[in-house]
């Protein structure tokens, strides 16, 4: 039974070890994301990614020998590779050319809460009123959010509407994702999934032909930088712990994201969202907690035992018992 429980609780800190490599990476992504912009369009961006990020994968696919997932695993790669490697980072990339990184990280970071939501709907977990009060938080954010962009025009409320349908297709990723992840490794799901939005995003390569020429080395550098870090290696540590511990226990590892990201923008982009950006980004992320919060079941107590009074020997005279002090055995937790 230790040992059991030590390897369940080593499993679990491997799992949320990989869950904070998956999130300093995507923080990164952020500022890079919005740094390639300059002279990459969202479409050209996104494909330059997967590109690399397939390339990467399928390297370490072949050093590996992993062969093709399971049929099984097939649905849901696919979903989540059209929605979550495809449309997600298109939408992002043009997301964060209408808003700053912090303001993309503070807005796609409702994604979680959307998580609960899609699984109550789709998977009849039930919507309990936290995870309802929770959503009124952070849209109530995400208001005040739009709000503070107000004054910069309408590609700044597209920015935030952009952003808000990036937090959607994520959420809809993973609940895409995790099914598959019963039936393929983390790899193959992460791999296979790259592929699959790398084709999706083929469309845009001749606008990706047509950018590199005249982009910065900084710009293709970070192109490349996003497809082998953020991507390859950040989504399969993702998938990696997606498979090896709860969705409240990853939902809660994204809180301390756009914390890094306003950091990281004002470090290396001289970016700051402005005070009301901020408070509504953190209502957006108080609304996560609410919704992830709630007092965990108590287990029942161990049933009290009595144990079975021995038989006394066949043809042994009856006698009165001798008193024995604690003569009631009882069983304890």
């Avoid at 949320?16 to 969202?42: C, H, K, N, Q």
């Avoid at 997301?95 to 609960?116: F, K, R, S, Y």
């Avoid at 923008?265 to 969202?273: A, R, T």
Wanted: aromatic share 6%.
């Amino acid at each position: 039974m230790d040992q059991r429980k030590s390897a369940e609780s080593r499993t679990e800190r491997l799992a949320i070890a990989a869950a904070t490599v998956t999130v300093v990476l995507w923080a990164s992504a952020f500022v890079s994301i919005r740094s390639a912009g300059e002279d990459y369009s969202p479409g050209a961006l996104a494909l330059g990614r997967l590109l690399a990020g397939s390339i990467a994968l399928a390297v370490i696919c072949l050093v590996r020998r992993e062969g093709l997932p399971p049929r099984a695993a097939w649905p849901g790669i696919v979903a989540s590779g059209l929605l979550w490697f495809g449309l997600y980072m298109v939408v992002l990339n043009w997301g964060e050319q209408e808003v700053d990184a912090g303001t993309a990280a503070l807005l796609v970071n409702v994604g979680p809460i959307l998580i609960a939501l899609l699984g109550g709907w789709l998977l009849k977990e039930g919507l309990p009123p936290r995870l309802l009060a929770g959503m009124a938080v952070s849209f109530a954010g995400a208001a005040v959010v739009g709000v503070s962009m107000s004054d910069g025009g309408g590609s700044s409320l597209l920015g935030v509407g952009l952003c808000l349908l990036a937090a959607v297709t994520y959420a809809a990723g993973v609940v895409s994702q995790k099914p598959a992840l019963r039936h393929g490794s983390a790899l193959q799901v992460t791999t296979f999934g790259c592929v699959v939005g790398t084709i999706a995003c083929l469309p845009f390569s001749g606008r990706l032909i047509s950018e590199v020429p005249d982009a910065s080395l900084t710009a293709t550098l970070n192109v490349i930088y996003l497809g082998v870090f953020p991507t390859a290696l950040a989504f399969t540590t993702w998938a990696y712990a997606l498979a090896r511990t709860s969705a409240g226990k990853m939902g809660a590892t994204t809180y301390a994201a756009p914390a890094l990201v306003v950091l990281m923008s004002w470090s290396f982009l001289g970016e700051v969202p402005g005070w009301l950006t901020l408070l509504g980004g953190v209502l957006c992320l108080a609304g996560v907690a609410v919704s992830r919060g709630g007092k965990k079941p108590v287990a029942a107590p161990a049933p009290v035992v009595e144990p079975e009074p021995e038989p006394e020997p066949a043809g042994e005279l009856e006698r009165e018992p001798e008193p024995v002090q604690g003569s009631t055995i009882r069983a304890t937790k």
